[in-house]
């Protein structure tokens, strides 16, 4: 079982940026994708972007392209998220999230099998 633990959170001054990090713990015999999601107060968990882990392909929700960096280490289990240009409206719980195998879109919840604790993320204005 894979537990990923998310990192990097915290209060920035819209305009900054962020590296949010996501470190799986645990054994897993396959990996497929990591996932980044995000829940704003009072809104649903929205998908931001997805690694695979083999061929190393990002994928991006078409909101945060050209602000929006997904990246990975396979040597340190890690897969960070670079976020440029931060607004008021980025403010969330940031989730990353592991799919073991490709049962659908890297855009949708479902396909992630464990998920982390989330790290908040507050951009003041």
């Known amino acids: 079982q894979v537990q990923p633990v998310e990192s990097g959170g915290g209060l920035v001054q819209a305009g900054g940026s962020l590296r949010l990090s996501c470190a799986a713990s645990g054994r897993s015999s396959r990996r497929y994708a990591t996932g980044w999601f995000r829940q704003a107060p009072g809104k649903e968990r929205e998908f931001l972007a997805s690694i695979t882990w083999n061929g190393n392909n990002p994928y991006y929700a078409d909101f945060v392209k050209g602000r929006f960096t997904i990246s990975r280490d396979g040597a340190r289990n890690t897969v960070y998220l670079q976020i440029s240009y931060l607004k008021p409206e980025d403010t969330g719980v940031y989730y990353c999230?592991?799919?073991?195998?490709?049962?659908?879109?890297?855009?949708?919840?479902?396909?992630?099998?464990?998920w982390g604790q989330g790290t908040q993320v507050t951009v003041s204005s």
């Open positions: 999230a592991e799919a073991q195998y490709l049962t659908g879109s890297v855009y949708l919840a479902r396909v992630y099998d464990y």
